[in-house]
């Protein structure tokens, strides 16, 4: 493969460039309107505009991608996450196109895409599943039956869904036949499919995928697991690897699961097998995402090993240079994601110019980001700025240096993510990795940034103010009780020191 083309943008399109350019191969940039000046375009030996800035008028068009990668003669497409990075349709077109698509095929991609299909393959392979159907269920009398013997509260979900979308939760019999009727018509008219199955709602997990890899010679390993329980309305806020929560004995066994269902669908290059963990510990298969995460560089920094450079050499027909057993966890790896969005305003998406883009330095400290100082945010596509990802010999090392590059971290124009990620760092239940899926909506209230953040200033006159009542011995504050109910006052304290 001498040159690649990148059917992305921002931040991952130069994650993969670089790769690239190590392994001295040359590479080509896709762009929008919007992105002409963006340093993806840049970064790269050609780029070509495929378009005006809606996605679906650029980098959703499989044949303006095709088109640029003939003219340029690249080889190889790289397809990055999101767009048409799980596309089976466009995968089978670049192939057609002769030209190597760098991920699965687009058979292990349809076979994945479908979640009850996904479910059957690891069914054969005596994968653990969260007791429920493994079949669409259409009769309402049938699915009430099995509901029954399921126990509630169940789950009712899209086949043709992922992420969140089209889930349902059902907590008593009486509700059943409405919420199944309206799931169904919801994934009719979301997805074109109207396919519903049932599981046992899980109803305080943890979200905990495995990282795979598998090259056309039919070796698949793991590369241990990302924990990505913090996240709020299905969008991961923070990931972590290793997870604190499995034993040796857990993760190889999530691990050897993870290749099964990897070679229940002859998978070939990256990909991430999504387990849920109850209280229990038991672990049950949710999903396989057949794509490079957005959370990859957790894993790339304990195991050393390069994803992008991973996935090119296996697309080349290479194998795998390192077995199971070369594979070891060192240190700790956190990532936290920069977006631009207000934290303090239902996390409302933000956009405007990065007047000031300043980001954190030293050691163990990666930052992967799309955008420089002085850029405009277009409003056209996702609103992740950044990746911040620390690492350290251990959790708390990794922790701390996230909390001192979140603090060098110096963004203005835009409000982010920030603030929030710093509040997650400094909360007791993550320190001490007592947490599950429902983490944010638990613990988080939009006031708990005031105290650590913009308004320290203010909080500090508070004090003062406090203290000079003190000094005047006066019992009968005005400002105590305010300042005692105040839940930003309690939330930090201990933390701080
Ligand atoms: C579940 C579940 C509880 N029980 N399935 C959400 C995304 C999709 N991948 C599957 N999801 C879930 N499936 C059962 N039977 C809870 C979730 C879920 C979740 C899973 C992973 C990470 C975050 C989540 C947030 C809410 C719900």
Known sequence: MNKILIANRGEIALRIMRSAKEMGIKTVAVFSEADRNSPHVRYADEAICIGPSPSNQSYLVMEKIINAAKTTHADGIHPGYGFLSENAIFARKVKEAGIIFIGPSPESMEMMGDKLSAKAAAKKYNIPLVPGTDYAIQDIDKAKIVAQEVGFPILIKASAGGGGKGMRVVNTIEDFEEQMKLAASEALSSFGDGSVFIERYVAAPR??????????????????????????????????????????????????????????????????????????????????????????????????????????????????????????????????????????????????????YQIPKGAGVRVDDGFEEGMEIPIFYDNMIAKLITYGHNREEAIQRMIRAIDEYKITGIETTLPFCKFVMMHENFRNGNFDTNFIKNYFQPDDLLSSNADEEIVAALLGAKLMNENNQSHHSVLEPAIENDSRWKKNRGTES
């Open 207 to 356: 979200h905990i995928e495995i990282q795979v890899l598998g090259d056309t010679h039919g070796n698949i390993v793991y590369l241990f697991e990302r924990e990505c329980s913090i996240q709020r309305r299905h969008q991961k806020v923070v990931e972590e690897a290793p997870s604190s929560c499995l034993t040796p004995e857990l993760r190889k066994a999530m691990g050897e699961c993870a290749v099964m269902v990897a070679k229940a669908c002859n998978y070939i290059g990256a990909g991430t097998v999504e387990f849920l963990m109850d209280e229990k510990m038991n672990f049950y298969f949710l999903e396989m995402n057949t794509r490079l995460q957005v959370e990859h560089p957790v894993t790339e920094l304990i195991t050393g090993k390069d994803l992008v450079k991973e996935q090119i050499k296996v697309a080349r027909g290479e194998k795998l240079s390192f077995t199971q057993e070369d594979l070891k966890i060192i240190g700790h790896a956190i990532e936290i994601r920069v977006c631009a969005e207000d934290p303090t305003n239902n996390f409302l998406p933000d956009t405007g110019t990065l007047t000031t």
